[in-house]
């Protein structure tokens, strides 16, 4: 059975915007998709780091099939600015609705954890919080600072949303130096007004431009799902814009839908596709592709960043 009720915390509804969506089929998963339950012993250290310190993680909250992997390697996306987001989208089991003020004490607590959990790199993402006047940009910056304090080997990886409407927010986020500056487009431009209904494809991709532009040092990313009704045509010119504000890392998976009350999966993409979407990626010039069923934005985030900087150190001659 599936439910859009969350009563671990409480008994009001996880995604009350959605409850009165008609339900949509949900599609049996093919072999390629299918992992393993959460049960080591890494993945229970991991988690009692994050549930020590009070934070939140994208792994948990947005149902990640690759959890138990990554926590196994004490690997946790943290997710600043609390659990509810201020937007609705099609696809997301992200909790929304009115979100609680900012913790300030958040900051130092991401440090620390991430100290503890000794990382060499680490992805901090967050909710959408439409209610801030900044859309959170400080906030953003406040974690990366407690981070270079607190695990100054560690690099870091911020993905954020997409500061719509924010005039200076990105300008923030990026004066504090993150090592990746990644902000997903999730979709083709066909299918925002059904997917992604609060955003803008051509602001998220003039967000990453003009993240380049800022601080060229910084790496940029950006990342899809597919199997939602794209087409392979769109995603091979959604590569092209991309490329033409200079991304340097594309991902790209497959949508898995959380429930009935979301968006349904159109289709399952096979592993021969996403290797076909690879290759037309690297040749469109991309340092860094990862585009396989279980991709996610931070699945294995610490390798791809190590061999994305080796591109490019290989691209300047060095």
């Not at 201020?86 to 900051?107: K, Q």
């Not at 899809?224 to 769109?234: K, S």
């Not at 890392?249 to 949508?255: K, R």
């Amino acid at each position: 059975m599936v439910t859009v009720l969350d009563t671990t915390q409480s008994n009001r509804p996880r995604h009350p915007e959605k409850q009165k969506r008609p339900d949509s089929p949900v599609l049996r998963k093919p072999d390629w998709i299918r992992v393993k339950a959460p049960v080591s012993k890494g993945y229970a250290a991991t988690r009692k780091v994050v549930k020590e310190h009070g934070l939140h993680t994208v792994c948990e909250e947005a149902a990640c099939p690759n959890i138990g992997e990554c926590w196994d390697q004490r690997h946790a996306t943290m997710m600043i600015m609390g659990d509810t987001c201020t937007r609705a989208c099609a696809f997301c089991n992200v909790r929304t609705g009115l979100p609680a003020p900012l913790d300030d004490a958040e900051p130092g607590r991401v440090g620390e954890a991430v100290a503890k959990l000794g990382l060499a790199h680490v992805v901090i993402t967050s909710v959408d919080r439409d209610d801030l006047a900044d859309g959170g940009a400080a906030h953003f910056a406040a974690v990366i600072r407690a981070i270079r304090d607190q695990a100054p080997g560690t690099t870091i990886e911020i993905l954020t949303p997409d500061f719509l409407r924010k005039d200076g927010a990105l300008e923030v986020v990026m004066e504090a130096r993150p090592d990746v500056f990644n902000h997903n487009l999730e979709t083709v431009p066909s299918l925002y007004l059904r997917v992604r209904p609060g955003a803008r494809y051509y602001h998220s991709i003039r967000l990453l431009e003009r993240a380049k532009q800022l601080d060229p040092s910084v790496f940029t990313k950006s990342g899809i799902m597919v199997g939602l009704g794209e087409e392979r045509d769109e995603v091979l010119q959604l590569m092209d814009d991309l490329r033409t504000a200079e991304v340097d890392f594309v991902t790209i998976g497959q949508y898995l839908q959380p429930t009935r009350k979301h968006h349904a999966v159109a289709r399952f993409v096979t592993p021969d596709e996403f290797a076909s979407y690879e290759r037309v990626a690297r040749a469109k010039g991309f340092l860094q592709v990862s585009a396989t069923p279980l991709t996610r934005s931070s699945y294995h985030a610490d390798k791809d960043f190590a061999e994305m900087r080796q591109a490019r150190e290989r691209a300047l001659g060095r």
